[in-house]
């Protein structure tokens, strides 16, 4: 059975999604066939290009036209934050599964709003929690929910990059807070996301935001560049989050840890192969981490790729997430939903708003 | 225009190979459009599945048919070792261009064949040294020609792997001389290829070989499983290697460094997206080695990949080597050729030779 | 000419201060002698045994005794935190030089106290921020001042133990908070230390603690186990800081970064042989962090110790610490002194004020 | 009771060494007390200067001085190989005990006299082999001997270092073969010492040499600058020995590896708090190395020093050597001694002559 996909937005988003639903069927054995039957963008020469190089069928400059057509089963959201909810909202009304890149949105009450949406269509519905899919991260989540690190007390979060350090980067509408979202959203939407699938709910945080550079293109620049926050779960654990745009010469370095009554856990993005776990009922003699490979069959998603040691890399965060939706179409029971998408938020909002007002705040000051 | 490919053999290489065919194409703009055939394999259970899973068109359990097609322009080759001479001859003798999986062969006088079929035929041809297309690996290459490290004084490579570990597995292909080839050729030909392409020609080698267990499900095992060699290159400079598959919890490491005048670059495959750099004309307080990210868009290969810090894998390689091969067709002038194939053969055979007979000897008296 | 120590306090960093001053004339030519005369402790079997230990001439029970020798020139504290500050007090009343390990005292106001009374007696005085005296960490703040990450952005400090996690350790003065002070105290004087003397000073933070076994022996525990804070810089720059016992298989992970409009530049403990510095001068193909080996007789301290390459190790920081204080003996001029760690405590302290009070403080709260 | 110490030598090795008697008693409770009573050298400036430098009480410029005072117990030997037969011979001769540096001599006559002349005068002897004495190195060992590998297959030792790279250093005894001996056996006796003492003796050797630099300030250079060998143990292990000192950044990087058929182990010295180890009884799911922090109490030496996670160096490893002498003083008993000095000589040799002669040599070719 073929699948309809439309793709909503050609940047790096749309290409690592087309990319995705490429690849799956190459590595996965699945119940249906995607077919990348349509993508959209402003620019025509460019989305025409796009299509092209993407292995696209068709292309518009009107996302609407995605939403209508009939041979297009699932909508998936590539544009900027800003615009997710009101896509999503159309293509719930027209029937269509969707997937939405994260954040679901640059507000908490249009993530509210979008989920709403696709829970009233009985819509399939995911949310682009890509990092989930590495084989090592989901071993985390795995070994942590089997309790190999007992109790958790701590979680930590970072998100370190460069991308906004320098000053002479034009405007663009990253640096846009109701089109880019937060910082906070933006990186930390994937950390959040992270925290509340390992931990469970966050009830309360303080942060701080600050934008170094604030103005650019002669536009003043109202998205955070460098935010932090503490965090206290509401199962009784605290924790760190930060996330940074102005990290010289540090790409994309995420990291994430856990520690609990038993052990230790520890994922470091850029060596994405490999997970670090120290647990106390081993002998004293073995202090320490064991630096997994995570790449042994055993591992999720692990056993679809190469041998133990070869090593897989960002794209492949974007096949295993395409594999997992399709392999249950149409009966879909996605996860992580839309609804996820808005828990996410409401925390990233709930920082945004601690930063501004200089206090903790409640998620649910957020949600209620 | 669309390009036929028929691939021989259905195993993790001819896995690979296709799964390099088909997302090419979403990473870089080719002027042909690869269409995987025809794939084939003695089982017809098996070669049919491996064609649904892989996305090839049609499959047969006779190579020979994928030679003879008129739809087929490449044929690549992922059989054995011991196989690919005679594959290969057939497929230049019908006038196609070949690929070939390393080692060309299982011994020199058969690769010397293959490659002067190649070479008589007149058809483009290439040897499937994957790892050249690491970003990383193809960066440091750059770095040596470029003088970076200055005269190349020493080079060493090792590869250690547990795969050959367990007494236990059973007697397959791999541990047959003759139709897997040795572990100097098997593993050592991609440290061998890269020794050649980064520092020149080998002049004369030392080596040792040991296998441990010699016996599997009943038969004699006449692989080595532990290899070593001293090399002395045309060029003066000396170099180690190592080839091991009974190196517990290690699961394909491999290493390459080289040491110049000037400089000291470093490759850790298990790291495959960092280069490790030292410069000598660097600031005694800034004395170490880099870790260069190397997925800087100024890098080989990486452009056509993601934002840098995010990384990738294995896959990569053989994307960027079908990318290389279709962007060149119908030139050719591939590289590396199967020229190079048998070079690096030759090398491997002094080796072995070497063991055996326990002296020094000469790739010379291997290639006249 | 020979300097008279006393030690009061014979526990760890006892051993440490004592074995500091024995080994500073191997190591570093001194205008003095130190003479370890007499170390003090509350139990005379036990002081006893670490004066032979030591090899410390003589001991006493009482550390009045110790202020109170004439052949003692310099007190060193090496009390728990609750102590100090009487000591301290007592040393300068007795006209007597005087070292304190960290943190200065219990409390802001009894730091504040302790060093205005060694100011008033004008007695040359230290505080025992150790890790200042490794090479790396030395060089990273040369580095940062001489401008090699440009102007600060961000701070971050973290510090990883599990010597709380473990909630059958019995109750000792550690889990008292008036005796052992607060983790924030206790871990995190040495990260506001680097963070004061690499970055500048700290206006305001905000805070949480957690005290995750709240008894012990079946007495009431009321030190931080877990905490961290955020932090504004006077000069603008951002931080984070965390400062954590209950992290299993962590030892006594600590580790700063700082990043600045140029690069970042970043320790970590566990290699303490080591830094890291990335610098966006340089070109884009080298990008990413140098590994620095901070052993070069160019950095500080280094020239002191063996060859590039050997490694140095803890002890180290006391023996350069040693060596600093007695190269300038008599003259004093001590760096950092009491008042750098009044200062540093007050930070601590507006930090858990921050977490009892949940709301940002500003330090001057905690100082006027 | 005092035990006289007299150094001959002031460089580096007698600064090293007296390091490690001044400090053994500060980190081990002993049976005696060391006393530095002479240290020689044939520049009397020089040696003056290291004899206030290092606490050592007086200083002569005649090692036959030291050899024969009655208050040396232990004659310490730092001069360069060449000289250390002679030496050793002569103390032995006086009836004192004696403590070689490594390499024990620059042939393997000069050290079998040596190790001869201590045992015929029956006094205590030991040969230097300081990195024995590190924490990491002696748990590696301890694990091979219990099994935790299994039966070990493979050995592999590397010594990289950047000494000689400069061909505008000088002259000096290092590049005069009879006085500096062989890379292989200045360098290489470490590794050959761990080899031996990890797995076993050794048979026979393949080798290679190189000289990059051959003069120097007009003089011949007619010692090895980069060195490899191929090993053949007599157990049935095999394994591989490179020592270069022409290797650009590289400082002192030393790693040994043993892959047996239950594990591996590893060690690098550049992170010399740490040992890897991947043990097969593990889970799969655990599949890789472990990061073991190797300063947990109950490692060998590491009670002696600070808490887990501070950090060892360089100069613990001499301390721990002299506090191992010490510890056994008068009885003797040390380990290794003079015979095993020997010993790692004739697989030096084995391996010179191997590189020389361009054959695999039989150790018991050097030694009958």
């Known amino acids: 059975m073929d699948v309809g996909i439309g793709i909503v937005g050609y940047g790096l988003m749309g290409r690592a999604h087309a990319y995705g639903y490429r690849v799956a069927p190459t590595v996965r054995e699945l119940p249906v066939t995607p077919r990348l039957r349509v993508i959209s963008g402003r620019d025509a020469a460019g989305v025409e290009a796009a299509a092209g190089r993407y292995s696209v069928e068709g292309w518009t400059t009107d996302w609407r036209e995605v939403v209508a057509r009939d041979d297009v ?4 959201v590539c544009t900027p934050p800003g615009t997710h909810a009101e896509i999503v909202e159309a293509a719930a009304a027209a029937g269509k599964a969707v997937l939405s890149e994260k954040p679901l949105a640059a507000d908490y009450a249009s993530a509210r709003r979008a989920a709403d949406a696709a829970r009233a269509a009985k819509v399939a519905n995911a949310i682009g929690f890509n990092y989930r899919r590495l084989p090592a991260i989901a071993l985390l989540r795995q070994l942590v929910h089997e309790g190999a690190v007992g109790d958790v007390l701590l979680w930590r979060g970072s998100w370190l990059s460069d991308e906004f ?3 002479d980067i034009a405007f663009d509408w990253r640096f846009e807070r109701r089109m880019g979202a937060s910082t906070f959203a933006d990186l930390g939407a994937h950390l959040v996301d992270l925290a509340l699938w390992t931990v469970g709910d966050v009830e309360e ?16 620049v109202d998205v955070d560049e460098a935010s932090s926050a503490l965090v ?7 924790g760190t989050l930060e996330v940074a745009r102005v990290c010289a010469r540090r790409p994309c370095d995420f990291v994430v840890e856990v520690n609990g009554t038993r052990g230790t856990v520890r994922f470091d993005y850029a060596r994405l192969n490999e997970l670090w776990l120290g647990d106390t009922a081993d002998d004293g003699r073995f202090y320490g981490l064991r630096r997994i490979r995570a790449e042994h069959p055993s591992h999720p998603y692990a056993a679809d790729w190469w041998p133990i040691g070869q090593g897989v890399g960002y794209g492949v965060s974007f096949v295993n997430q395409a594999a997992e939706l399709l392999s249950r179409w149409p009966d879909g029971g996605w996860d992580p939903d839309l609804d996820q998408g808005a828990r996410v938020q409401a925390v990233c909002e709930a920082m945004e708003r601690a930063a501004a007002e200089r206090r903790w705040v409640r998620v649910d000051e957020v949600t209620r």
Do not use: H, K, M, Y
């Not at 945080?205 to 003043?220: I, K």
């Open 73 to 76: 089963d699932i909508v998936d």
């Open 232 to 238: 206290a779960f509401a199962g009784g654990a605290r």
């Open 165 to 167: 350090l320098d000053p």
């Open 205 to 220: 945080v303080a942060a701080q935001s600050e934008t170094f550079t604030r103005e650019r293109s002669g536009r003043a």
